[in-house]
Antibody
Framework: QVQLVQSGAEVKKPGASVKVSCKAS????????MHWVRQAPGQGLEWMGI????????SYAQKFQGRVTMTRDTSTSTVYMELSSLRSEDTAVYYC???????????WGQGTLVTVSS | EIVLTQSPGTLSLSPGERATLSCRAS???????LAWYQQKPGQAPRLLIY???SRATGIPDRFSGSGSGTDFTLTISRLEPEDFAVYYC?????????FGQGTKVEIK
């Protein structure tokens, strides 16, 4: 069965960077795009960007351009999301979410809480 | 960017009642690429409906979706205790993918 297992919670200081991983299993890693979505405490869902695990191409939400980098390692079936220049407003749960053949995202990781605090 | 506006913000209903949730898009959603998700506290979102009206695998038939263009609806025919949660609509036909702000279905 499809599983997306994310790395553990992180606490970072303002100005630092964080790198969250999402290890996929149960399917052919390079066959489906992966999205990153975040959710601030008590808030809604916010799309950050997408990566094609096959070729590594990416597309980012304009809000995060210049601060976010999504990469993948096909040898370990893992995608990564790195966010730099962290500020308190980046405190959120970060999710990876895999597309399906119909384009929606039925598979989600368990989420990674990133706390930005001095 | 397509802005999705959900209404109402909160829906207070009793188990067994019918819930009707609305999602309105700022422009037409291409090919009805509109999905609905359920989220409970501390959990990741769960896909309920995709393509505006197709139920995802394992979703009970009390959940149904309808609509096209700019107006979409999620209907829960008879609320079960486990249905009290927050519901989000999502459009994935145009980049960037966007979500509505959510509708909370709470027990009256």
């Amino acid at each position: 069965q499809v599983q997306l297992v994310q790395s553990g919670a992180e606490v970072k200081k303002p100005g630092a960077s964080v790198k969250v991983s999402c290890k996929a299993s149960g399917y052919t890693f390079t066959s489906y795009y992966m999205h990153w979505v975040r959710q601030a405490p008590g808030q809604g869902l916010e799309w950050m960007g997408i990566i094609n695990p096959s070729g590594g191409s990416t597309s980012y939400a304009q809000k995060f351009q210049g601060r976010v980098t999504m990469t993948r390692d096909t040898s370990t079936s893992t995608v990564y999301m790195e966010l730099s220049s962290l500020r308190s407003e980046d405190t959120a749960v970060y999710y990876c979410a895999r597309e399906s053949t119909v384009g929606a995202t039925p598979y989600w990781g368990q989420g990674t809480l990133v706390t930005v605090s001095s | 960017e397509i802005v999705l506006t959900q209404s109402p913000g909160t829906l207070s209903l009793s188990p067994g009642e019918r819930a009707t949730l609305s999602c309105r898009a700022s422009q037409s959603v291409s090919s009805s690429y509109l999905a609905w998700y359920q989220q409970k506290p501390g959990q990741a979102p769960r896909l309920l409906i995709y393509g505006a009206s197709s139920r995802a695998t394992g979703i009970p038939d009390r959940f149904s979706g309808s609509g096209s263009g700019t107006d979409f609806t999620l209907t829960i025919s008879r609320l079960e205790p486990e249905d009290f949660a927050v519901y989000y609509c999502q459009q994935y036909g145009s980049s960037p993918m966007t979500f509505g702000q959510g509708t909370k279905v709470e027990i009256k």
